[in-house]
């Protein structure tokens, strides 16, 4: 495992993505995972307050299983939870709620859940472009001092609302934002992939911000749903035609044929070649990854310590 020392964390550069874990994956195989994932290293767990809410009783219940498996199979010192807040689900839309007492009261029910007074990484889901930035540093600020997080940051923010909200935290002594989660992943954006305006993708002016201030990058959808490894086990023709719509672009089409010859060239597996393009990236990258079989868990861990090439990972470099 890789890892990278941020924010007095040592933090596994892959990161498990929990957001099925208690709906369509059963607690068995959620707690199966994330004793695989620790045994190899792996100490960095994704999760949010709304993962799932669109199905039955969904809401809360990832948390719940991260809460259940640490309090049986693990010592809290041994992952590092970063968990969300300020989004409520209704079906496919989102509802952003970025005051100080709803941050608050989503807090105490993760933390109910998750069986923790400190969450390490509190993230806020999404923007809320009508809130003043200046207001949502402050309650960040409160936020941070109440679960003594090591570090707080944002998903899915441009990165001119970043750097608006970094001034506003300087200019003021205050904690700024440290850490973007975003899509990020091998693969060239496309709108298809979520279908949801209210995402990102690490574009070029979040890329450069990132490296300029030694951030850190947390990269969801980062193996681009499997994509690249599906399509060539399996070929393109015969992949799954959600994931076709979502991702084979031309562009994508093309780097799928860069990433088979370099995987081939090298003898190293399409996994460690799509993980290692944001674990050995310029810019200090946490993938994040989840899995519907263990199978995929058990490839993903044993390809990560693959390094990939410096040029070759420029070349291929996707922040535009
Ligand atoms: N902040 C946000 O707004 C946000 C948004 C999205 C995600 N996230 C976080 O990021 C995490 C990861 O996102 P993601 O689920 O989109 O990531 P992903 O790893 O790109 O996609 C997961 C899917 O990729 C396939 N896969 C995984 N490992 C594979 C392997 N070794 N070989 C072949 N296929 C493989 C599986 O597809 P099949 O099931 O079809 O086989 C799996 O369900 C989430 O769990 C969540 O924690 C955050």
Known sequence: MKYIEKYGMKLSKIGLGTGRFGTRIEEEISFEMLDRFVENGGNVIDTARNYYEWVENGRGISEKTIGKWMAKRCRRSDVYISTKGGVRNENINFFVNLSYNNLLDEIEQSREALQTDNIDIY??????????????????????????????????????????????????????????????????????????????????????????????????????????????????????????????????????????????????????????????NEVDGIALVSCSKLEQLYDILENCDVIINEDWLKEMAVEK
């Not at 809130?131 to 998903?155: D, F, M, P, S």
């Open 123 to 280: 993230l806020l889901h999404r923007d809320e472009q009508e809130r003043h930035v200046e207001e949502i540093v402050e309650n960040l600020q409160k936020i941070q001092e109440k679960i003594k997080a090591k570090a707080i940051g944002v998903c899915n923010w441009k990165a001119e609302r970043v750097m608006k909200a970094n001034k506003y935290a300087k200019l003021h002594g205050l904690i700024p934002i440290q850490i973007i989660q975003t899509w990020w992943s091998i693969a060239a954006y496309t709108p298809d992939m979520w279908n949801d305006p209210t995402t990102t993708y690490m574009d070029q002016n979040m890329y450069e911000y990132l490296k300029k201030h030694n951030m850190l990058g947390m990269a969801y959808t980062s193996q681009a749903k499997g994509f690249f490894q599906k399509a060539i086990s399996e070929g393109v023709d015969n992949l799954d035609p959600f994931l076709k719509k979502r991702i084979a672009t031309p562009e994508n089409l093309e780097r799928l044929e860069r990433i088979r010859e370099y995987s081939n060239k090298n003898g190293i597996s399409p996994t460690a070649v799509v993980n290692g393009y944001i674990t050995d």
